[in-house]
C-alpha cells in the first residue's frame, strides 16, 4: 500500500522507484544529451589539438655464424683462444642495448640538444624520466623472439633516425668493447707464448751443458781405462744401450764417440731444432701477429636487424576513434549522474516544503 504522502512516482528517504526514475531521467533527456554532447566535443578537441605521436619499431635478432666469422680469425686451435659464441657476441650487443650508460649518452648528446632552450631548464631527472618513455626497449616475449626499439615522437622522420642512431651507437660500442676484448686476450697470449719460448729455450742451454758436463765426465773415465771405441757385446737389451748413451756406463761408447759428441755439442749454433714444442708454440705466436691487425678490418655484425627502420606513415597517439568513444561514454554516464543528483535535490526540496503543510493539517484535524 502507498503512502498517501509518498505516491508511486515520486522519491522518498533512499528507496528509489526504477519506473519512476527512468520516467524521471527521460524528462531530462536534453541535460543528458547536453553534458554528452559537450563532453564528447572536449574529447574530440583533444583529439584534433593534441600533437600527433608517431612510432618507429626495429626488432634486433642474433648475428649468423657467418656474421661472427670475422672475430674468430685470431682465435681456435692454432691460438690456443676460445673461439666466440653467436650467444656471447649477442649477449655484449644486449647488454650495451639496455645499458644505463648507453641511454645517459644518447639522452644528453642527441635528446636534449633536440629541445627548446625552454623545455631544457627544467629538472635534468624529470626531463630524463620523459626521455625513458621516447625511447623503449622490449626484451624476447614468447611470441616476439627478438629484441624491439622503440622510439616515438611528434615527427615521424626524427622517430626513425633517432631509433638508427641508437642502434649505431651501440652496435659500434658492442664492437669496440669485442675487439678490444680480442685484442687484449691476443696481447695477453702472446706475451705466453713469448715467455713459454724464452723459457723453453733457456732450458734448452741448461739441459745442454748438463749434457756436455756428463760426456766429459764419461771421457775421462773412458781415458783412463783406455777405452777409444765400445766394446762389442752380444744380446744387448734396451737396458743396457741406454745406460752405455746416458747412464753411468756412458763411458763405454769410448772416446771417439763421446769426443765427437762434445764437439758437435759445443758447436751447435742453436738449441731450436732439438726443442719439441718449440716449432708449435712459433707457430702460435706467428699465427696472432699475423691476424691481430686483420680482425679489426673484417666485416663483423654483433646482431642482426629484423627488417630495416621504417618511417612510420600513421600515428599511434592519439587513439581518436578510441578517446571518441570514451568521450561520448563518459559524457552519457556524467549527464545521466547529473540527472539523478538533479533528482534528488528536487525531491529533498519537495519533502522540506510539505513537511509544514502536512503538520497543520493534521493539528486541524486533531482540535474537530
Known amino acids: 500500500m502507498t503512502n498517501a504522502n509518498n505516491p508511486r512516482g515520486t522519491f ?3 528507496e528509489i522507484d526504477l519506473i519512476a526514475l527512468v520516467q524521471s531521467l527521460w524528462a531530462q533527456k536534453w541535460l543528458i544529451a547536453l553534458v554528452t554532447l559537450v563532453v564528447t566535443l572536449g574529447a574530440a578537441l583533444y583529439t584534433f589539438l593534441s600533437k600527433p605521436v608517431y612510432e618507429a619499431r626495429i626488432g634486433m635478432l642474433p648475428p ?3 656474421d661472427i666469422a670475422g672475430f674468430n680469425l685470431a682465435r681456435g686451435s692454432k691460438s690456443g683462444l676460445r673461439p666466440f ?19 645517459r649518452q644518447f639522452f644528453e648528446e642527441v635528446y636534449v640538444p633536440s629541445l627548446d632552450s625552454d623545455q631544457r631548464l627544467g629538472s635534468q631527472d624529470r626531463l630524463y624520466q620523459k626521455f625513458a618513455e621516447v625511447l623503449r626497449i622490449e626484451p624476447p616475449t614468447k611470441s616476439q623472439p627478438a629484441y624491439i626499439v622503440i622510439v616515438e615522437g611528434h615527427d615521424a622522420v626524427e622517430s626513425a633516425e633517432w631509433a638508427r642512431n641508437y642502434l649505431d651507437r651501440v652496435t659500434r660500442r658492442s664492437l669496440t668493447n669485442i675487439l678490444n676484448h680480442t685484442q687484449r686476450e691476443s696481447e695477453v697470449r702472446v706475451r705466453q707464448l713469448q715467455q713459454e719460448l724464452k723459457t723453453l729455450r733457456e732450458f734448452a742451454k741448461i739441459r745442454k ?3 756436455l758436463s756428463k760426456l766429459r765426465e764419461a771421457l775421462a773415465v773412458a781415458n783412463k781405462v783406455g777405452l777409444d771405441s765400445p766394446p762389442v757385446i752380444s744380446g744387448q737389451v734396451a737396458e743396457q744401450l741406454s745406460a752405455f748413451m746416458d747412464g753411468n756406463l756412458m763411458y763405454m761408447r769410448g772416446t771417439k764417440a763421446l769426443k765427437a759428441e762434445i764437439e758437435a755439442l759445443e758447436n751447435r749454433a742453436s738449441e731450436d731444432p732439438f726443442i719439441p714444442s718449440l716449432r708449435f708454440l712459433e707457430e702460435q705466436l706467428g699465427f696472432l701477429k699475423g691476424v691481430q691487425a686483420l680482425s679489426s678490418a673484417e666485416e663483423l655484425a654483433v ?3 629484423d627488417g630495416a627502420v621504417e618511417t612510420p606513415d600513421a600515428p599511434v597517439k592519439p587513439k581518436k576513434i578510441l578517446i571518441l568513444a570514451l568521450g561520448l561514454l563518459l559524457g552519457g554516464l556524467l549527464g545521466v549522474v547529473i540527472a539523478i543528483v538533479r ?14 503543510a502536512s503538520a497543520s493539517k493534521n493539528r486541524l484535524m486533531e482540535a474537530s
Do not use: C, M, Y
Not at 85 to 98: G, P, R
Not at 343 to 356: D, F, G, I, R
Open 85 to 103: 659464441t653467436v650467444n656471447e657476441i649477442f649477449s655484449e650487443f644486449t647488454s650495451n642495448l639496455q645499458s644505463e650508460k648507453s641511454r
Open 209 to 211: 751443458n748438463d749434457r
Open 12 to 14: 522518498g528517504g533512499d
Open 64 to 66: 649468423s655464424l657467418s
Open 343 to 356: 533528482l534528488k535535490l528536487s525531491n529533498q526540496s519537495a519533502v522540506t516544503v510539505a513537511a509544514p
Open 303 to 305: 646482431s642482426r636487424q
